[in-house]
């Protein structure tokens, strides 16, 4: 049987990650270029073998995807506007007459074109895109050498998908020298060295060049693929073989065969960011976050140059076959001036901090009775999570807690029946969501488990990042009036699901030796209720502000989305355990949200979200950015000195992981610390391009300052002490305070 993924792919950041954004109009490079570099298909296609997975992936996408759309001209269209757009993102490397020119050559030939197994489109246009890109470098390397008055009023606009291509070399020009003199004002502001700065941009530019170049035709095709997929909706997508198996170890199975480090490509260089505990590298003892890695043998091969080699293809050579040997000549971090090779053997790794894991939060009500909440973090649906949640619920009801919080503010989805078992934890039997394909009636997925985990008081915490699986079962448990669910406006809207086809059960291997996958939409899911997830999402019981709710990052926003529609109501029957209580939690909630300095401070960063929303451009004169710099950090400073006045106490605060679990181990004491380490060393390592708030993410790190898990928390206590001061936790409880 086919897994079904209900699932969306993003990146999301901190609020003052979306901040920065906002307030400095900084975008990582690689989103204002274009989209990341894609994985290689690991064999360099001849023409006739692209033409064919070309073929091959239309030919299923109009036969099969849920849209049931023709692949015609106006499909075609479609596919040239997004393959343009995924060069060019940002619109600054082509001009408006070469965009002309691919419209009135291939708007309308495409379809024709990927039928007959031709993809000589692709390559065409990303000549061009080459040739252009070499032009862009070429100018960009004479703007460096400038001099720019910073005391004009200039504008620029960093966020330029939206705009026309620039219509001729001229423009262009003008354009640039604007992005450039931008680039060098952020410098500025972050009192960098000038030589150095510029030595940067050039070398970035440079790299950006070099890379584009290098791709081979797997690579080009897997952009061009995703363009065609894409006109039919954002979740469809062509991926590579790598891609594919990256996308397996991140969304499915989360583990892989390798070293266990994680990688970071820092200008030019391939260097250790972490090492994960018990993986070859770790035990080794041999290698050390910050050595680079320069070259890379398997067993007993040549090594291979790595410097300047994409970070994905030097991911690719690490990994292997479990018990393999893979050799590594490093730099190290502590001695610059030496070289030395290590041998690790290859082993699995698992990605525990994805985890489910969880927190206790141990109070005392008004009268002196404990009252101790577990909180258990889901950040997505992978392979047997359902099980890995009931153990930590069996643990915490071990450790006597009233009541558990289900964190599902950052889960983007997952695997469709785990979404479903997981559901099944809090309600004895019944269906949990409607899955329909087109022209077909619904089919009612149900939990056949008489079993309950917990039937104690529940809330679910949910916001814009949650998607798919995570509104699945957001819904169900709010259509049975089992759960207080509380976030965002909305949910993040994602009501499609998708089945990874692996095209080599289509495409012999005689044609083409690794074709790759399709990740195709095939159907649409729908709540027991009937009503759809689908663009609208899950509106919380109780809402809360926040800053996602005015950020275009929702199913809505994405292009080419199927709409929202209804069903037939499933047979079901509502517990009605939450109902009767919402007015009150309501009311006390919007008091406490009210009085609340953080959420105020929330409030003044969507007031500021707002006002770039529709300014767009960004000041490129050094005073006026300098006042807004020194009004940012004045703003900061205050906030950060009222914050110290009123210093959470963590010792009621105990954290759980999955491993604590299966051992019966003691809980331990959460420690602040050590999450802010590893906030700060993310916020470090990201590429933001800015660095003019750096003493802003001290306070933003703090995993203390969560002002939703807060009130999710009062919520949840305010909730229990309705029910019943003193009552047993459970649905006996619940039944007898009505």
Same mark, same amino acid.
């Not at 862009?136 to 050498?145: A, E, G, S, T, Y």
């Given at each position: 049987?086919?897994? $079904?993924?209900a699932s969306t792919?993003?990146?999301?950041?901190s609020?003052?990650?979306?901040?920065?954004?906002? @307030?400095a109009?900084?975008?990582?490079?690689?989103v204002?270029?274009? #989209?990341?570099?894609?994985a290689s298909?690991?064999t360099?296609l001849s023409d006739l073998q692209?033409?064919r997975?070309?073929?091959v992936?239309?030919?299923?996408l109009e036969k099969h995807?849920f @849209?049931g759309?023709r692949?015609?001209?106006a499909?075609?269209?479609g596919?040239?506007?997004?393959?343009?757009?995924a060069l060019d993102?940002n619109?600054?490397?082509?001009?408006q007459?070469d965009v002309?020119g691919?419209?009135a050559?291939?708007?309308? %030939?495409?379809d024709e074109?990927?039928?007959?197994? %031709?993809?000589?489109?692709?390559?065409?246009i990303?000549e061009?895109y +080459?040739?252009?890109l070499?032009e862009?470098?070429?100018l960009v390397?004479?703007?460096? @050498?400038?001099? =720019?008055d910073?005391?004009e009023?200039d504008y620029?606009i960093?966020?330029r998908n939206k705009?026309?291509?620039?219509?001729?070399?001229l423009?262009?020009?003008k354009?640039w020298r604007q *992005?450039?003199? =931008?680039e060098?004002l952020?410098?500025r502001?972050a009192?960098e060295k000038?030589e150095?700065t510029i030595?940067l941009?050039?070398r970035?530019?440079n790299?950006?060049?070099?890379t584009?170049?290098e791709l081979?035709?797997?690579?080009?095709l897997?952009?061009?693929l995703?363009?065609?997929s894409?006109? =039919?909706?954002?979740?469809?997508d $062509?991926m !590579?073989?790598?891609e594919?198996?990256?996308f397996?170890?991140?969304?499915?199975s989360l583990s892989?065969?390798?070293?266990?480090?994680?990688?970071?490509?820092?200008d030019g260089?391939t260097?250790?960011?972490?090492?994960i505990?018990?993986?070859?590298?770790?035990i080794s003892?041999?290698? *050390?976050?910050g050595?680079k890695?320069?070259?890379?043998a398997?067993g007993?091969g040549?090594?291979v140059?790595?410097?300047?080699?994409?970070l994905?293809?030097?991911v690719?050579?690490?990994?292997? %076959?479990?018990?393999?040997?893979?050799k590594?000549?490093i730099?190290?971090?502590?001695n610059p001036d030496?070289?030395?090779t290590i !041998?690790?053997i290859?082993?699995?790794i698992?990605f525990?901090e994805q985890?489910?894991?969880?927190r206790?939060?141990? =109070?005392?009500?008004e009268?002196g009775?404990?009252?101790k909440?577990?909180?258990?973090?889901?950040?997505?649906f $992978?392979?047997n999570?359902?099980?890995?949640?009931?153990?930590?619920i069996?643990?915490?009801k071990?450790?006597?807690?009233s009541?558990l919080?289900?964190d599902l503010?950052r889960?983007?989805?997952?695997?469709?029946?785990?979404a479903?078992?997981l559901?099944g934890?809090f309600?004895k039997?019944?269906?949990?969501?409607q899955v329909?394909?087109?022209?077909?009636?619904?089919q009612?997925?149900e939990d056949s488990q008489?079993k309950?985990?917990?039937?104690?008081?529940?809330v679910v915490?949910?916001? %814009?990042?949650?998607a798919?699986?995570?509104?699945?079962?957001a819904g169900?448990?709010q259509?049975?009036?089992?759960a207080?669910v509380?976030?965002?406006? !909305?949910?993040h809207g994602?009501?499609?699901?998708?089945q990874?086809l692996?095209l080599?059960?289509?495409?012999? +291997?005689s044609?083409v030796?690794s074709?790759?996958?399709?990740?195709?939409?095939?159907s649409?899911f729908? @709540?027991?209720?009937?009503?759809t997830?689908q663009?609208?999402?899950?509106?919380?019981d109780?809402?809360?502000?926040?800053i996602y709710? $005015?950020?275009d990052?929702?199913?809505?926003?994405?292009d080419?989305?199927?709409?929202?529609d209804?069903t037939?109501?499933?047979?079901?029957?509502s517990l009605?355990q939450?109902?009767?209580y919402l007015p009150?939690?309501?009311?006390?909630s919007?008091?406490r949200?009210? #009085?609340?300095?953080?959420?105020?401070?929330?409030?003044?960063?969507?007031d500021q979200?707002k006002?770039r929303k529709?300014e767009?451009?960004?000041s490129?004169n050094e005073?006026a950015?300098?006042?807004?710099k020194?009004?940012?950090?004045?703003?900061?400073?205050?906030r950060k000195k009222?914050?110290?006045? *009123?210093?959470k106490?963590?010792?009621h605060?105990?954290?759980?992981d999955l491993?604590m679990?299966?051992?019966d181990?003691p809980?331990?004491p959460?420690?602040?610390?050590?999450?802010?380490?590893e906030?700060?060393?993310a #916020?470090?390592?990201?590429?933001?391009g800015?660095g003019?708030?750096?003493?802003d993410v001290?306070?933003?790190?703090d995993?203390l300052i969560?002002?939703?898990?807060?009130?999710?928390?009062e919520?949840?206590?305010h909730?229990?002490n309705?029910?019943g001061k003193g009552?047993?936790?459970?649905v006996a409880?619940?039944?007898?305070s009505?």
């Amino acid at each position: 049987m086919p897994r $079904y993924l209900a699932s969306t792919v993003f990146k999301e950041g901190s609020r003052k990650h979306i901040m920065n954004r906002f @307030r400095a109009g900084l975008f990582a490079f690689a989103v204002l270029m274009g #989209q990341a570099v894609p994985a290689s298909l690991g064999t360099q296609l001849s023409d006739l073998q692209a033409g064919r997975v070309a073929n091959v992936v239309g030919l299923i996408l109009e036969k099969h995807h849920f @849209r049931g759309s023709r692949f015609d001209d106006a499909v075609s269209n479609g596919f040239l506007t997004n393959y343009l757009n995924a060069l060019d993102y940002n619109h600054m490397i082509f001009l408006q007459s070469d965009v002309d020119g691919f419209k009135a050559k291939y708007g309308n %030939k495409l379809d024709e074109e990927t039928k007959a197994g %031709k993809v000589s489109p692709c390559f065409q246009i990303f000549e061009v895109y +080459k040739d252009r890109l070499e032009e862009r470098n070429i100018l960009v390397q004479k703007l460096l @050498r400038q001099e =720019y008055d910073y005391t004009e009023d200039d504008y620029f606009i960093p966020v330029r998908n939206k705009e026309p291509w620039p219509k001729d070399d001229l423009e262009s020009a003008k354009l640039w020298r604007q *992005r450039i003199k =931008y680039e060098l004002l952020q410098a500025r502001l972050a009192k960098e060295k000038p030589e150095e700065t510029i030595g940067l941009i050039s070398r970035r530019y440079n790299r950006l060049e070099k890379t584009m170049k290098e791709l081979d035709k797997g690579d080009i095709l897997q952009l061009y693929l995703t363009s065609l997929s894409h006109t =039919y909706d954002p979740h469809s997508d $062509y991926m !590579s073989p790598s891609e594919a198996t990256n996308f397996d170890i991140q969304h499915i199975s989360l583990s892989l065969t390798g070293i266990g480090a994680q990688l970071i490509w820092d200008d030019g260089h391939t260097k250790i960011k972490d090492l994960i505990p018990g993986g070859p590298a770790s035990i080794s003892k041999q290698l *050390r976050p910050g050595d680079k890695i320069v070259a890379v043998a398997q067993g007993n091969g040549e090594p291979v140059d790595v410097i300047e080699m994409p970070l994905n293809k030097v991911v690719e050579m690490i990994r292997g %076959k479990k018990g393999t040997e893979v050799k590594l000549t490093i730099v190290p971090a502590k001695n610059p001036d030496s070289k030395k090779t290590i !041998s690790l053997i290859r082993d699995e790794i698992k990605f525990k901090e994805q985890f489910a894991k969880a927190r206790v939060f141990d =109070y005392s009500d008004e009268n002196g009775v404990g009252q101790k909440v577990g909180v258990i973090t889901l950040p997505q649906f $992978y392979d047997n999570c359902a099980a890995h949640v009931e153990t930590l619920i069996d643990r915490l009801k071990k450790e006597k807690i009233s009541a558990l919080v289900l964190d599902l503010r950052r889960n983007g989805g997952g695997i469709l029946d785990e979404a479903v078992q997981l559901t099944g934890l809090f309600i004895k039997k019944g269906p949990v969501v409607q899955v329909k394909e087109p022209k077909k009636e619904a089919q009612v997925l149900e939990d056949s488990q008489s079993k309950i985990a917990w039937d104690g008081p529940l809330v679910v915490a949910v916001g %814009k990042m949650s998607a798919s699986a995570s509104e699945i079962v957001a819904g169900a448990l709010q259509d049975y009036g089992r759960a207080v669910v509380v976030g965002d406006q !909305s949910t993040h809207g994602k009501g499609t699901v998708q089945q990874v086809l692996a095209l080599e059960t289509v495409i012999p +291997k005689s044609q083409v030796e690794s074709p790759g996958k399709l990740k195709l939409t095939v159907s649409k899911f729908y @709540r027991v209720s009937g009503s759809t997830t689908q663009k609208q999402g899950v509106t919380p019981d109780i809402i809360l502000p926040s800053i996602y709710d $005015y950020l275009d990052i929702g199913e809505a926003a994405l292009d080419n989305c199927l709409p929202a529609d209804q069903t037939t109501p499933a047979v079901y029957a509502s517990l009605e355990q939450v109902k009767a209580y919402l007015p009150q939690l309501q009311a006390a909630s919007k008091t406490r949200v009210e #009085q609340s300095k953080e959420f105020a401070y929330l409030n003044e960063d969507i007031d500021q979200v707002k006002k770039r929303k529709e300014e767009k451009s960004i000041s490129l004169n050094e005073k006026a950015r300098l006042a807004e710099k020194d009004q940012a950090k004045a703003l900061t400073d205050a906030r950060k000195k009222e914050r110290n006045a *009123r210093v959470k106490a963590t010792s009621h605060i105990f954290d759980l992981d999955l491993e604590m679990a299966e051992n019966d181990k003691p809980l331990e004491p959460f420690n602040p610390n050590k999450e802010k380490e590893e906030a700060e060393l993310a #916020q470090a390592t990201a590429p933001t391009g800015d660095g003019e708030d750096a003493e802003d993410v001290e306070a933003e790190a703090d995993p203390l300052i969560d002002p939703h898990l807060d009130e999710t928390l009062e919520i949840t206590r305010h909730y229990l002490n309705l029910l019943g001061k003193g009552a047993k936790p459970g649905v006996a409880a619940i039944q007898s305070s009505k």
